[in-house]
């Protein structure tokens, strides 16, 4: 009886968390995974990621984007903690900053957007589980990105949801699988996406633009 009680008490909060939208995961997509836009389209006309399609564009890369390609697009979230990072660090010299995203250099955007973007399409169905698959992205970094069963919900479930993660080489070489550092792991909060010419995985909005780190 106990047990059952607490499987009802699971499915109420994720009911409420999903209705609240208080931090409920959405990882596999949406029940129709074809937004019918290019991907480029998408961004602009979705609130969460059209600041993502302003740098793509500053960083002429809207063409790339809408190739045959796979993006782990950062939200406007991700880019808004950027932003505050860089006037932290710049407060710490010159308490009047200002900064926006107007002010991020176009050879930044450059360098560092095409991480996020990878030739041909990544699907759920064809990603490594585990300890995933190590990928080059169009900038020439390397991501490991892999599909990871959850342990949330103890024995409650049987077959465990499995979540995509986009993880950042840290140094030179790889850390071996059980030493890496949990700050580069980036959830992907929506997966599997189609666009009319590519595929659109979602980073949660936790995650810093470029993995920025404000030491």
Known sequence: MKKIIGIITIVIFAFNACSTGGGYL??????????????????????????LALLIERAGMGNLVNGETTIFAPNNLSIKNYVEDILTELRE????????????????????????IFPGKITRENMTKEQGK????????????????????GDYLDDKPEYVFYTYKNGDDWDVWDD??????????????VSTNGIIHVLQGSHTLFN???D
């Open 26 to 51: 959405v990882d596999g997509g949406l029940s129709s995974p074809e937004v019918g836009t290019t991907t480029m389209d998408f961004f602009k006309s979705h609130s969460q990621l059209d600041t």
């Open 93 to 116: 010299t010159n308490a009047n900053a200002q900064y926006t995203i107007n002010d991020i250099p176009t050879d930044t955007l450059q360098k560092y957007m095409g991480g996020y």
């Open 134 to 153: 190590i990928y080059a992205s169009e900038n020439g970094e390397e991501r490991r990105i892999s599909l990871e069963p959850s342990d949330s919900y």
């Open 180 to 193: 890496i550092d949990d700050d580069d792991k980036v959830l992907v909060k929506t997966s599997n996406l």
């Open 212 to 214: 920025y780190k404000n």
